[in-house]
């Protein structure tokens, strides 16, 4: 509460060393070390905790973004592919799993399954904002589907016109799509949102 996160984090490992039977305190110390970008020591607790609590998708959840973050995609996806078996009855969950077992596809290559993994993350959430904006993204760096790109990213505009990420991407596809005039227009838009 007071915002001394190492501080907290140290007790909350101190309290882990002697019991680990509380889940709550598992997931207060992967909040800490995700918030401080401690990706190995969420990676080495996530797996731990794994161990006693297979059937948390939370768990899957932290592991395979720290792994995603460290571009280890083989381990981010095999931790998405099992969690997606323990969201339960949670679209919005469900939807944040594909697509990050999306980006995790796509960090090896293999569109197809990348693709896969959006689309069913937007026809779970169509309003699935990362997906909307890393697959319009992804598709326009292949130059494929262009159209599709473009409908995704146009939606992100629409609903956050200041948001300069989502202006960066929209721009990006209107120019791969050779709409100079529109991605220029849009850049300036960004320009001035920065």
């Not at 401080?36 to 020591?41: E, G, I, K, Q």
């Not at 598709?139 to 948001?163: F, G, I, Q, T």
Request: hydrophobic share 35%.
């Amino acid at each position: 509460q007071l915002s001394q996160n190492e501080e907290a984090l140290e007790m909350y490992n101190e309290v882990l060393k002697r019991d680990k039977s509380n889940f709550g305190l598992w997931q207060n110390v992967l909040n800490l070390e995700m918030s401080m970008s401690r990706y190995d020591a969420v990676i080495e607790h996530t797996e731990e905790a794994l161990e006693l609590y297979p059937n948390q998708s939370s768990l899957y959840y932290y592991g395979g973004t720290a792994y995603l973050i460290q571009k280890n995609y083989a381990s981010a996806i095999r931790l998405f592919e099992q969690g997606t078996n323990f969201v339960g009855a949670n679209p919005a969950l469900h939807s944040v799993f594909y697509g990050q077992l999306g980006d995790a596809y796509n960090g090896i290559e293999d569109n197809e399954n990348s693709d896969k993994a959006y689309d069913k993350a937007l026809e779970i959430k169509p309003d699935n904002d990362h997906v909307l904006n890393n697959y319009s993204y992804f598709l326009s760096l292949r130059k494929e589907n262009l159209e599709v790109a473009l409908n995704m990213s146009s939606k992100l505009v629409e609903k956050y016109p200041d948001n300069s990420t989502y202006l960066d991407t929209h721009a990006w596809v209107l120019y791969v799509k050779g709409d100079y005039n529109e991605a220029r227009i849009k850049m300036k838009v960004l320009a001035e949102t920065v």
